[in-house]
């Protein structure tokens, strides 16, 4: 089971930008997309965009346009650039690689 560590949420103004990595401690599953969910106060944990092993993305209806992900697996790193972000952006970003591996959590608070 790989173990998994976010950085670089925080705190940006609306149509800001941020950018979220997250580095594998071992070689990441290519069983499974690796990825960010989000989870806000009151609702369900949901998927943000995920890349699989060979370059499939999804991404969100909301975020499309928005956000971009991307997948390194020489690095054992996954990064989500988030552009134009709103407030309704606002959750803990969990990084995901399979049902048993998620990371901790980072913040991200979209507000003026």
């Known amino acids: 089971q790989v173990q998994l560590v976010e950085s670089g949420g925080g705190l940006v103004q609306p149509g800001g930008s941020l950018r979220l990595s997250c580095t594998a401690s071992g070689s990441v599953s290519r069983l499974f997309a690796f990825g960010w969910y989000r989870q806000a106060p009151g609702k369900e944990r949901e998927l943000v965009a995920d890349?699989?092993?060979?370059?499939?993305?999804e991404y969100a209806d909301s975020v499309k346009d928005r956000f971009t992900i991307s997948r390194d697996d020489a690095k054992n790193t996954v990064t989500l650039q988030m552009n134009r972000v709103k407030p309704e952006d606002t959750a803990v970003y969990y990084c995901?690689?399979?049902?048993?591996?998620w990371g901790q959590g980072t913040q991200v608070t979209v507000s003026s």
């Open positions: 890349v699989t092993y060979n370059g499939i993305v």
């Open positions: 995901n690689n399979g049902p048993q591996s």
